[in-house]
Structures are given as structure tokens and as C-alpha cells.
């Protein structure tokens, strides 16, 4: 009898504890390493960016209301390639219909979903984060985004932000107050910048926190800039999900943020497009060689590796689906062309540099999935790519590449 009761109360006791323990939460080992905790047991997180957005429609486009449902299709698809989460940049306007895109993929393919949102970063004519209303808009709009979704299972995290970092260097989406105005240091200009800016990101992570203790809240950010002044000014995110391009390796990056402001990083957003702009035509191979090695540098950088800095969480691909309408953003009738234009240009994407102008990034050409423009059941077909299975073979079977002999 005894023994019967003392095994009782300890069920009781376990169901309490995992009762009280959060949903997601991010769990600090030795040596500055980091695990992700989804439902009490270790993630690595495969991810895609996701916005199915159709042929002949652009990034105004409701998915989240399509009645022809493309997650459904997308997600058995993605289940079939291993991937465990999307990200969306922000939920849409319909909270009814967002809470049950989240909580089809998850019930029907266990796959976990991201929020985020813009922080205002797209505002036209700039995102005032020395302005205290404009703040308070933001912030109200996120913790708003928090009540309703907090307690789906299906969501994971939280991202604050995606390159809004930039801004304060002004040169994309400048912004600047009467105070930052009456100092005459540029240099010191951009420090203030980055103090605000960040300082405004903790502010809503402390309010995230005090509404949902059950998910981690991360700071979107390009690359590691300004991350200095994170450390100072944004203590209270609990990890970096940074948006990356560097080609075939991230280099020193988990070395330097470790460094730098002490945090997880989730790889929030990389990849390589499928277009080779110096010989015109798509090239499959190149995106799964850079998409390949840099899910290679993931893996190598999870927590009890001995081989890297063990502060990594996984990552998210961009993207699923190609874009049609990003090339010309302003005209509806490009939308319905897949265009092979390049509107910038990055050397860690070396295969294809020698192109015009040294512009070899298509935008419309991302997607580890290519549309079609025949349909089935209402959607463009899917079409995999060659990523989608060399990928898919990695996550499998992640073993190293051989070291060459003589090197080290």
C-alpha cells in the first residue's frame, strides 16, 4: 500500500513538472553551449522560410485564407523531406485562419511554426524608432500576435525583427530623431541607432515574456552588426535568429557571436538560389553544393560537437517556393513571368560572379521547390528540386566530409 502511494504521488509530481515546464525553452550546457527544448526533448531545427504565394500574385497575397490550402499540400511534402518547422515573417490578418495553418501542419505533419513580425521595418517613409508612439504601435501589434498564438501547440519561437539592424547604420530604411540629429559624430550617430533600436527590441521581449513564459523570443538580425550594442542594450531576447548570405561557409560566425553578445543563434534565413546568372540557365546543382555545405557548418556548431562552438539551434532555409513577383515588385503582369533578372550581387556566391555587372542573385529563383505554372487541385505544381533531396539525404545520414590527408 505504501509502495503503491509513494508511486502515485510521483506521477503526480512528474505530471506537475512537466505541466510547469515551458513548451520550448532554450537550455544552457557547459561552455557557453546551447540545446533548444521542444516538449522536453532536445530540436535541431529544419526549417524553411515559408509564403506560398501563387503565380500571378505578389507578397500582398492572404495564403493563410487560400481555400485551395497550399500547407497542406506543402507540408506533406516538406514531412516527406524531414523539414520540423516554417518560419512566416508575420502572421496574417485573419488570426481564425492563422491558427488553423498552424495547427494543420502540426497535427498532420508534427511541423512547428515561427513567428515574427516586421517591426515596422517596411514603413513608408522610414520605421521612426526614436518615436515613442511609433514604438508603442510595434510593440502593441506583437503582443497582440502573442495573445492570440501563444497557446497553440504548434508554435515554437518568437522572432523580433529580420534585418531592421541595417536601418541603423542608415543605409537601408534610414531613420533618425532630434537628438541623434544634434550630435555631429556620424559614428556616434550609429551607436544611438543601434541603443534605441535594440533597447526598443528588449522592451517588447520583456513584455513577451511576461505573457507567454513558454517560448523563447529571438532578435532578428542581419548578419553580426551592431550586435555590440545588443549586448548592452537587448539582454533580455534569448536568442539571435540571424539572417545570413555568405556563400558555402558561415566562417567565423558562431565563433565571433560567441564572442560578441553570448547568445544561441538560429540560422533564420540562408540558402543560395537555383539560377546561374553567368551562363543563363537554371543550375540545380549549384543551389544543393551551397545549400549541402552550409547545412554541413549547422551541424558541425550544435551543442556537444566537440568540433565546433556547440551554440547553434538549426535553421531555416530560404526559401520553400520560389517568388514570381519579386524581380519587379511594382508591375502585376511580371508576376505571372519567372524572371532571371539579378538586382544585386554577392561573391560567396562564386559559380556564377562573372555575370553582367557582377549581379548573380535571383531573387525569384530561391525556392528549394520550383512552381509550375499548370495547377493541380487550385495550386501551381510542386516541383522538388535537387536541394530538396540532397538535403533531405543530409539530415539522414549528417556525416562530416573527409578530412583531406595532411590537413587539419
Request: with cysteine; net charge neutral; proline share 6%.
Amino acid at each position: 500500500m505504501l509502495a503503491a502511494c509513494s508511486l502515485f504521488f510521483a506521477v503526480l509530481l512528474t505530471s506537475a513538472l512537466a505541466a510547469a515546464r515551458p513548451r520550448a525553452y532554450i537550455k544552457k550546457l557547459k561552455k557557453s553551449q546551447y540545446q533548444l527544448i521542444a516538449d522536453g526533448k532536445p530540436m535541431i531545427v529544419k526549417g524553411v522560410c515559408y509564403s506560398p504565394v501563387p503565380v500571378g500574385a505578389n507578397h500582398e497575397y492572404d495564403w493563410w485564407s487560400d481555400p485551395n490550402k497550399p500547407w497542406m499540400t506543402d507540408g506533406k511534402l516538406m514531412q516527406e523531406m524531414g523539414i520540423n518547422t516554417i518560419r512566416v515573417y508575420q502572421p496574417g490578418p485573419n488570426p481564425e485562419a492563422v491558427r488553423q495553418v498552424i495547427r494543420d501542419l502540426y497535427a498532420n505533419f508534427g511541423i512547428r511554426t515561427i513567428l515574427g513580425n516586421w517591426l515596422g521595418f517596411w514603413e513608408y517613409p522610414a520605421p521612426f524608432y526614436g518615436d515613442k508612439a511609433f514604438q508603442e504601435r510595434f510593440k502593441k501589434e506583437v503582443l497582440d500576435m502573442v495573445k492570440a498564438f501563444k497557446d497553440e501547440p504548434g508554435v515554437l519561437l518568437w522572432i523580433l525583427g529580420n534585418e531592421n539592424n541595417y536601418s541603423c547604420l542608415g543605409q537601408v530604411n534610414p531613420w533618425s530623431s532630434d537628438e541623434i540629429d544634434k550630435e555631429p559624430d556620424p559614428q556616434k550617430q550609429k551607436a544611438m541607432r543601434f541603443r534605441i533600436y535594440y533597447s526598443f527590441v528588449n522592451d517588447i521581449a520583456k513584455e513577451i515574456h511576461k505573457l507567454d513564459p513558454n517560448h523563447p523570443v529571438a532578435l532578428g538580425n542581419g548578419e553580426l552588426i551592431g550586435l555590440e550594442y545588443a549586448k548592452e542594450s537587448a539582454p533580455d531576447v534569448d536568442l539571435v535568429a540571424c539572417i545570413i548570405y555568405r556563400g558555402k561557409t558561415f566562417g567565423n560566425l558562431f565563433k565571433s557571436l560567441k564572442a560578441t553578445f553570448d547568445k544561441p543563434i538560429l540560422l533564420a534565413e540562408f540558402g543560395a538560389d537555383a539560377y546561374d546568372a553567368f551562363l543563363k540557365k537554371e543550375d540545380q546543382n549549384m543551389q544543393a553544393f551551397f545549400l549541402e555545405s552550409q547545412w554541413r557548418q549547422i551541424y558541425d556548431n550544435l551543442a556537444k560537437n566537440p568540433e565546433g562552438e556547440g551554440n547553434c539551434l538549426g535553421g531555416a532555409m530560404f526559401e520553400w517556393t520560389d517568388e514570381w513577383w519579386k524581380h519587379n515588385e511594382s508591375d502585376p503582369e511580371a508576376w505571372k513571368v519567372h524572371d532571371t533578372g539579378s538586382n544585386w550581387s554577392n561573391g560567396s556566391y562564386y559559380f556564377d560572379i562573372k555575370a553582367e555587372n557582377n549581379k548573380n542573385m535571383n531573387e525569384e529563383w530561391f525556392g528549394i521547390t520550383a512552381l509550375s505554372e499548370e495547377t493541380e487541385s487550385g495550386l501551381n505544381k510542386r516541383m522538388p528540386r535537387k536541394a530538396y533531396y540532397v538535403v533531405r539525404e543530409f539530415w539522414k545520414n549528417p556525416k562530416p566530409l573527409p578530412k583531406k590527408k595532411g590537413k587539419r
